[in-house]
């Protein structure tokens, strides 16, 4: 049973930057692992942002790309740097597991098995 929680979140200006991190604990290794984030805005639907594979290839939504890097390291800590913040980031940013094959793809993370309680992040204009 994976467990996650996540970190890093706060208020921000826009044009700043910020880290999250998702300390992941029981997340057993196989092929088809996936780790992911999505967010989801205040009144909005949750949508998915980022996925890293077990090999680490990413992959980005669109709405992110260029501004928003995934990563983990060997103890399974996920990472999210996001650059260039606007007000349209500010949502509640959840990191998310998951190992069915098929699943690795950004749209797919709001659904995916295991998720933590999330973190805050507010930008203002």
């Known amino acids: 049973q994976a467990q996650l929680v996540e970190s890093g979140g706060g208020s921000v200006q826009a044009g700043g930057s910020l880290s999250l991190s998702c300390a992941a604990s029981g997340v057993t290794d196989s092929e088809t692992l996936c780790m992911g984030w999505f967010r989801q805005p205040p009144g909005k639907e949750r949508e998915g942002v980022a996925v890293?594979?077990?090999?680490?290839?990413t992959m980005y939504d669109d709405s992110v790309k260029g501004r928003f890097t995934i990563s983990k390291d060997n103890a399974n800590t996920l990472y999210l740097h996001i650059n260039s913040l606007k007000p349209e980031d500010t949502a509640r940013y959840y990191c998310a597991v998951d190992f069915r094959a098929g699943y690795c793809i950004p749209r797919r993370v709001p659904s995916f098995t295991y998720r933590g309680q999330g973190t805050q992040v507010t930008v203002s204009s």
């Open positions: 890293i594979g077990r090999t680490g290839i």
